[in-house]
C-alpha cells in the first residue's frame, strides 16, 4: 500500500505562524496544499486502483485531487481517520460533506457525529490500525492501494515520519 499524508492545511499553516492550536476545525487546504498534492500525484509513478480516503475535508480534497491525476475511484474509510488532538481533528457532518462530494459514497460513515472523541486514547487508534490491516491488508489490490490519511494514522501504520503530501509505501 501506499500512504499518503493530505497537503497543507489552514491549520497547519496556523499552528505554525501562532505556535498553538488555531482553532480551526476540520481543516481544508490551503493553495500551497493543493499544489503539494498535485505535484505528488503527477511524479508518483505507481499504478493504483483506487484510494481509500480519510472523511475528513483536507483528506477528501487530497484524494480528489490525486484520483482525478491516477484517474482511479475514492473509497472513504473512517478506519483511516485523524487521531484526535486538536481543533482540526472536527469533522464536518456528513450531509455537508456529501453536498460537496455528490460522486462519493459516505455510507461507512456514522451520520451523526462520526469522528472520534477528543482526545483520543492511543489505544483507540491502535485498534484502528489492527481493524483497517484486517480489512484492508488482505485484499488482492492491497499493494495497488493508495491510503490518504493523515501523520499519526500513517506513522501508526509504517513508523515513518512524513510531512503534507509525502508518501511511503508499506506492507500491511
Known amino acids: 500500500m501506499f500512504f499518503m499524508r493530505h497537503g497543507q492545511t489552514t491549520?497547519?499553516?496556523g499552528l505554525k505562524h501562532m505556535g498553538c492550536d488555531p482553532q480551526i476545525h476540520d481543516a481544508p487546504l490551503?493553495?500551497?496544499?493543493k499544489k503539494q498534492v498535485t505535484l505528488a500525484a503527477q511524479r508518483f509513478g505507481k499504478k493504483v486502483e483506487f484510494i481509500l480516503a480519510s472523511p475528513y475535508t483536507r483528506a477528501l480534497e487530497t484524494a480528489t485531487i490525486a484520483a482525478s491525476i491516477l484517474n482511479v475511484p475514492i473509497v472513504v474509510e473512517?478506519?483511516?481517520?485523524?487521531?484526535r488532538q486538536?481543533?482540526?481533528d472536527y469533522g464536518s457532518?456528513?450531509?455537508?460533506l456529501e453536498k460537496a462530494w455528490p460522486h462519493l459514497d459516505f455510507s461507512k460513515v456514522d451520520k451523526g457525529t462520526w469522528w472520534l472523541p477528543f482526545p483520543e486514547p492511543y489505544a483507540s487508534l491502535k485498534q484502528r490500525v489492527q481493524s483497517f490491516r484486517e480489512e484492508w491488508g488482505y485484499q488482492d489490490a492491497a499493494d495497488r492501494t493508495m491510503v490518504v490519511s493523515h501523520w499519526f494514522f500513517i506513522n501508526a501504520v509504517t513508523g515513518a515520519y512524513i510531512d503534507n503530501a509525502e508518501m511511503v509505501e508499506e506492507r500491511v
Do not use: R
Not at 30 to 33: K, N, V
Not at 78 to 83: A, F, H, M, N, R
Open 11 to 13: 491549520f497547519n499553516e
Open 30 to 33: 490551503t493553495g500551497q496544499g
Open 86 to 88: 486538536y481543533s482540526c
Open 78 to 83: 473512517p478506519l483511516v481517520g485523524e487521531y
Open 93 to 96: 457532518p456528513v450531509c455537508d
